[in-house]
């Protein structure tokens, strides 16, 4: 009997805050077994063709991008920060290519903030080291700093970097200037993509929103929703199927995988091929691309 395809539909590289250059991650993704396999950088697309020229032969490869939101939380609050899968889109349409431009821009800035503020209070950081840590038009996040912090031997993991200093608490975090969900999820259905809510209720990392939120997004064109993620645990997943049953929304798992940078094995949670079949059917923008 032939088994099912193995996809994984959330991974970044070295193009965001991953530590395998694109390469890299497929040919990790090759090794844990992946047949579908999805980029899926920070606020950029610059990984998709390093990526596609690795490809080994019948490897399918979803190019895609995690776009930084900002939404209503459904709560009296202020707005929170949420993550926003696109994928197949047109990477030359002209309002993401400025809307990435512009946040990664936005990134630079903001962790060079959090660094300084950092160095203020005596950690032995600097802006020219941590962003020794990110080449050239590449995206710059928190993780890049956490690397810093663990070369300077301030602590001992980068998930200690954050849930000691870098998390979204702390007096040290600097918000950057997000996209509001809705107009990331219109950009990308303007470039022929579709909009999955990424890790919408991963608790962990700070506040989440409310199911109606969910709810709205899904009836201003959210396409899916991410429910099998490191982050959520088993209420959540089934809080979300029940949301997505509801919504018409396709369910995802993936893994987020991020090398090194997180001990997230890539392919750990996966996608279910009839629900990359309906995700499929919702695009118009790029192909898979085949090995
Ligand atoms: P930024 O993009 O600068 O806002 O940083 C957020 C990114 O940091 C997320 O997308 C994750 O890749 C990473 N991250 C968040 N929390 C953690 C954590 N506890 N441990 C490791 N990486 C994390
Ligand atoms: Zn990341
Ligand atoms: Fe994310
Ligand atoms: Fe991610």
Partial sequence: MVSPPLIDLHTHSTASDGTDTPEQLVAAAHRAGVDVLAITDHDTTGGWDAAAAALPTGMRLVRGAEFSCVSPTGREERPVSVHLLGYLFDPTHPAIVAEQSRLRDERVV???????????????VDVESVFALVPEGTSAGRPHLARALVGAGVVGSVNEAFATLLHNGSPYYVPKADTPVERAIAMVRAAGGVAVFAHAFARRRGRVVEPSVIADLAAVGLGGVEVDHPDHTPED?????????????????????????????????????????????????VDVLVG
């Fill in 110 to 124: 903001r962790l060079a903030r959090i660094t300084e503020k950092m160095a203020a209070d005596g950690y032995p």
């Fill in 237 to 285: 997943r089934e809080l979300l199927r029940e949301l997505a049953a509801a919504h018409d929304l396709v369910t995802t798992g993936s893994s987020d995988y991020h090398g090194t940078n997180k001990t997230t094995p890539v392919a750990v949670e996966h996608t279910d091929p009839d629900a990359f079949d309906a995700l499929l059917s919702r695009t118009s923008g």
